[in-house]
C-alpha cells in the first residue's frame, strides 16, 4: 500500500507535461459541470422566491369570533408548506382591493357598507412543490371549520408550475446529459495518458510485473489526478464566481435575491466525484492495455 | 525425431515441435530442441531467422502456433495468465531493442526488476543495482535517462537488468550488437561468470567473435528452421 | 495542396485509435455546448412567450368618438413592439373585472351605472427588451390625442425584466466560459494526440521535412477531426432531443410553448467553429512540437 | 593543427576544433578533420566515444558546443532555421536506432524521404523504392510495419531511406550492427557500390571485419577526444 502510493507519486511527477495537461482538462470539466450546477442553483433559489410570493386566502364565515380565527391560524402554522399566516380583516381588505383596482376607484367610492368578509392570508414556504401540492394544501384549508371559501391564484399558479417544472426536468436531464459527457471526456482524456505511456506498461509486465504492481499505482495517480483537477476546476469557478457576482450586484441585477456559491457538501461531493471518475477511468482503461 | 524422456532437473528449455506463424510469415517451423540446466547456449542465424521469435516464445511475449514447450517447469502451452508473471520473473531478459523505459534512469530501470520481485528494502535495490551497474561499466550513469544514452551504453544497461535478479535462467538476445570488441568482451565474461555460478544462458547472436568462443551447445536457425546433421537440431 | 490532403487523410486513418478518440471529445464537446445552447434558447422562447402576455391599457377620454378610436388604435399598430391592439369597451371591461375580482362580485352587483372607460388593450411582440422600453412605450401611448390614462402592471414588469436580465446575463457569461472551458479542453485532447505522435514528427523532420510538410496535413486532419466530431456531437444532441421532447410532451410539461431545435445556421455556426477549433488547437500545439 | 585552406570542391565535411559537452558529459572534445567528396570514411572507437554524437552534429538533431564545422558547403554554426531542411534533404542518413516510423509501412517509411524531397510521381516514388528494398533484401516485406520486423530487418530498411534519395553524402552509423556476416556485407558492398558512383560514405562502427576493409580515411575516438599519432585526427 504504502509502497503503491510511492511508486504512484513518483509516477506523478515523472509525466508532469501529460498530467499537466490532464489536470487541466479535468478541471476545466469540473468547472463546466460546477458553474452549470451553481447556474441552476441559483436559478432553483430564484424559483423559490417566486412560490414564497405565492398568498392562498381564506375567507372566514361571516361573524366568526376571534376564538375561531385564532384556532384557524393556529392550525394553518402547523402545516408545514406554510411560512406565513396573517389575518387581514374586512376593511384592510377593502383598502387591498381599492389599491388593487387602481384608477377605477371611483367605482368603490359609492359603498358605505363593506360587503368583504374578514380573511386569513397563508404564505408558502419555498419547498411547495408543483400546482397539486398547492390545490391539495387549499382544500384542507377549505376544510377547516369556519372557512367559508378559499382563494388563489390557480391559472398563475398551474401555468407557473409547469414551467417550473419543465425548467426543472430539462435542466435535470441536460445536467445529467452534462455530467456523463464530461465524464466521458474525461475518461478519454485518461485513455490518451496512458496511451502514451503504454510502453512502459508493456515494459514493466514483460519484465515480470503482475497486473496489481502496474494497476494500483495507476489508480492513485488517477484519483490524484481527479483530486487536483477537481480542487483546481473549484478554485476556477470560485474565481469566476467572485469576479462576477459584484459586477451583477452593481449593475444592480440582485436586487430581488441573493446568489450563493456551491454549498460545501456539494463542493466535497464534486470532489469526490471527479475522484472517482479519474480512478474509473483509469479502471477502464488500463483493462485494455493489460491485454497485451 | 524422437521426444525423450523429461527430467526436470537436467532440463530447463524444452521444445517440441514448436512453430510460430505471423499470418503468411513462418517465422519458426517445427523446430525441437533442449537447453539443460547450466548450459551456455547459442542461437545463431542470419537476419530473420526466428531468433528473437524464438525468445519471444519462452518469455511469452509471443505465443507459438502449434507445438509443445516448457520452460523451467512450466508448460506454456497451458500457462494461466497469472502465472505468466511469475516466469518471467524467474528469467533475466536482455532484449534486442533494449526496451528501456525513457522517464525512469538508468538505476529506476535496473531497480525495477527488484520492485516487481517484491523486494521492498531500499537498501538491497541500491546496493545491487549498484554492484550491477559497476560490473556492466555504466554504475557512474545511475542518474542518466536512457534517451542520452549512446547505444552501446544502453544495451550495458539492459544486460544489467537482465542480471540483477540473479535469474536462474538468462535469455539475451544479441546482448553485444551495439558494442565494441573491448565492451563486448566484457559482457560476454559477465556472462560466463553468472554461468559457471549456475546459471543458464542463452544467447542469441552472430557475432563471428563470440561464436568462436566456448559454448556447451548450439542450434543454427535459418528461415525459421534448424539447419543441423539430417534436419536435427544440435 | 492536393498532396496535403492527401498525406492529412492517410495519416487520418493510420491513428485510428488515437483520432477515434479525440472525434468523441470532440464530439462530446460539442453535444455540451450545443445542448446547453438549446437549453438558453428555449429559455429565451419561454421568456418571450411570458413577454408577449404583458398588456398594456390605454383608457380613452370619456366620451371620444368612433373616428379617435381608430386613429388612436391605427396608431398604436405601427409601433415595432406592439404585437396587437384591441378595442375593449366599457361594458367588456366591467365583466372583465367581475371575473377578476372573483367571489366578492357581490361588491359590484348594486352597480346600475357603469362607472369604467372605454379601453384599447395592447399586446406586445416578444422583442420588446426590458422595462425601460416598457414604459417609454406606455408613455408614448400615453402622449396620443384621446388617451385619458395608461396602466399596465409596471411593478411586475420591472420585476420579471430584472429577472429576465438577470438570467440572460449570467447564462451568456456562463455560455462564454463553457465554450472557452470546451475549446481548451479540446485543444489539449489535440496537445495529447500530437504528442502521442510525436515521435513520427521528430523523424520526418530529422529526414529533411520543413515545417510547411509537417504542419498542413495535420492542420487538415485536426480540420477533419474538428468537423467529424462536430457533427458526431450535432447527431448525439438531435438524437437525445427526439428522446426527451415527445416524453416531455407526454409528461404534459409542452403545453404552453413549442420545443424546439437549434436553428440551421446555429448549427453551421457549430460546425464551422468545431473545424476551427480543430485547427486551432493543431496550430497551437504543433508549435511546440516544431521547436525540435 | 594548421587550419587548412578550404576548397568546397574537395572538401565535403570541415570540423575544426568542435566540442560537445552534455552537461557534465564531455562527449566531444575538440576533434579537427576534413572528409574529402567520394571518400569512404570510417569512425571508430568504443562505447560511448561520441561517434553517434558526431554524427549527430553533422545533420543538426545536436548543436556543438563550440568550434566550427562546414557540411557539403553549409556553415553549422551560422545556418538559419529553415535552411536545415535543405541540408538534411542532401544526406543520406542511417540512424542507430533506425527511427523508423512505427504506423508506417516499410514502404512507405521508405518513401517518405521522396515526398520530403518534394517527388509528387507516385510512379517514380513507387519504382525509386522499389528498387532500394530489392537491394536490401527487403521487397517482399514492403507492406510490413517496422514493429514487425527482426532488428536486422529493420537495419535493412532504414539503410534503404537512406539510400533512396541517392544523396551525396550518407552517413551511416553503425549500419550493420544488427546483421549477421552475410548482411553486412551485402550492406557493404550497397555503400562500396554507392560509393563508387561518387556518393561520399561515412560510417561509424566496431565491426571489425568493416574495419579490416577497405576505406579512404578513418579516425578513431575515445572518450570524445581524437586518438591518432601525435594527437591529430588523421
Ligand atoms: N509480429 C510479427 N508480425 C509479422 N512478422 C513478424 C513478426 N515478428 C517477427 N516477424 C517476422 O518473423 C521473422 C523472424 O523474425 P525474428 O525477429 O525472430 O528474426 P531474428 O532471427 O531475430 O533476426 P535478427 O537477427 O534480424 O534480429 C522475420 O522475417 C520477421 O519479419
Ligand atoms: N543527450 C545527451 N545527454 C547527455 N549525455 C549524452 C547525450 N547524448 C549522448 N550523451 C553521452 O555522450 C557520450 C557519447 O555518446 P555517443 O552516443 O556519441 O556514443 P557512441 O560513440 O555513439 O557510442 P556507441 O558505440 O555506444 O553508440 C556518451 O557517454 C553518452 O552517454
Ligand atoms: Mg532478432
Ligand atoms: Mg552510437
Not at chain 1, 498530467?19 to 442553483?41: D, E, K, M, N, P
Not at chain 1, 383596482?101 to 419555498?126: C, H, K, M, W
Not at chain 2, 540483477?164 to 558494442?179: H, R
Request: aromatic letters at 10%; glycine letters at 8%.
Amino acid at each position: 500500500m504504502k509502497d503503491t502510493i510511492r511508486r504512484g507519486a513518483a509516477d506523478f511527477l515523472n509525466y508532469k507535461y501529460l498530467h499537466g495537461i490532464c489536470v487541466i482538462t479535468i478541471a476545466l470539466s469540473v468547472f463546466v459541470i460546477s458553474a452549470f450546477g451553481l447556474f441552476l442553483i441559483n436559478a432553483g433559489d430564484l424559483m423559490v422566491s417566486w412560490k414564497k410570493g405565492i398568498r392562498i386566502i381564506a375567507y372566514l364565515e361571516p361573524g366568526a369570533d376571534e376564538e375561531t380565527r385564532d384556532l384557524i391560524i393556529g392550525e394553518m402554522e402547523t402545516y408545514p408548506e406554510v411560512a406565513g399566516v396573517e389575518y387581514v380583516s374586512s376593511g384592510e381588505a377593502l383598502d387591498w382591493l381599492k389599491e388593487e383596482i387602481g384608477r377605477q376607484t371611483a367605482l368603490l367610492e359609492g359603498l358605505t357598507d363593506n360587503p368583504l368578509p374578514d380573511a386569513v392570508e397563508v404564505s408558502l414556504s419555498g419547498d411547495i412543490d408543483g400546482a397539486d401540492a398547492i390545490s391539495s394544501l387549499a382544500a384542507r384549508m377549505e376544510g377547516l371549520d369556519g372557512v367559508a371559501d378559499v382563494e388563489y391564484a390557480r391559472k398563475w399558479i398551474e401555468r407557473f408550475g409547469g414551467i417550473y417544472n419543465l425548467f426543472r426536468l430539462t435542466s435535470m436531464i441536460l445536467i445529467g446529459l452534462i455530467v456523463s459527457a464530461v465524464m466521458m471526456i474525461v475518461a478519454n482524456t485518461i485513455r490518451l495518458i496512458l496511451y502514451s505511456r503504454i510502453d512502459e506498461i508493456k515494459i514493466t509486465r514483460i519484465i515480470g510485473a503482475d497486473d496489481a504492481f502496474i494497476k494500483y499505482p495507476l489508480y492513485f495517480e488517477g484519483m490524484m489526478l481527479g483530486f487536483l483537477g477537481g480542487l483546481a476546476g473549484l478554485v476556477l469557478l470560485y474565481a469566476a464566481f467572485f469576479i462576477t457576482v459584484p459586477q451583477l450586484s452593481s449593475a444592480g441585477l440582485l436586487v430581488y435575491f441573493q446568489v450563493r456559491f456551491l454549498p460545501w457538501n456539494l463542493v466535497l461531493l464534486i470532489l469526490l466525484i471527479s475522484m472517482t471518475v479519474g480512478w474509473i477511468g483509469c479502471y477502464f482503461s488500463i483493462r485494455r492495455f493489460l491485454r497485451f | 525425431m524422437k521426444k525423450m524422456p523429461f527430467d526436470p532437473e537436467r532440463t530447463i528449455i524444452r521444445l517440441y515441435d514448436v512453430s510460430k506463424y505471423f499470418g503468411e510469415t513462418d517465422a519458426l517451423v517445427n523446430v525441437t530442441f533442449d537447453v539443460c540446466r547450466n548450459e551456455f547456449f547459442f542461437i545463431s542465424g542470419p537476419s530473420g531467422a526466428g531468433k528473437s521469435t524464438l525468445m519471444k516464445l519462452l518469455y511469452l511475449e509471443e505465443h507459438m502456433s502449434s507445438g509443445y514447450a516448457i520452460v523451467d517447469g512450466m508448460n506454456l502451452a497451458r500457462i494461466r495468465r497469472n502465472q505468466v508473471p511469475m516466469l518471467r520473473r524467474r528469467l533475466g531478459i536482455v532484449f534486442q531493442d533494449y526496451k528501456l523505459i525513457p522517464n525512469k534512469s538508468v538505476f529506476d530501470n535496473v531497480g525495477l526488476v527488484l520492485e516487481v520481485a517484491g523486494i521492498r528494502s531500499r537498501k538491497t535495490v541500491r546496493d545491487r543495482v549498484m554492484d550491477v551497474l559497476e560490473k556492466v561499466g555504466m554504475a557512474d550513469r545511475h542518474d542518466a535517462f536512457p534517451p542520452t544514452l549512446s547505444g552501446g551504453e544502453q544495451q550495458r544497461v539492459a544486460v544489467a537488468r537482465a542480471m540483477v535478479g540473479n535469474p536462474s535462467l538468462i535469455l539475451a538476445d544479441e546482448p553485444t550488437a551495439s558494442l565494441d570488441p573491448e565492451a563486448a568482451e566484457m559482457i560476454f565474461d559477465l556472462l560466463v561468470s553468472a554461468h559457471s555460478e549456475g546459471t543458464t544462458i542463452v544467447i542469441t547472436t552472430h557475432d563471428r567473435y563470440l561464436l568462436s568462443k566456448g559454448c556447451t551447445g548450439s542450434i543454427y536457425l535459418k528461415k525459421g528452421q534448424c539447419e543441423g546433421p539430417d534436419g536435427a537440431c544440435r
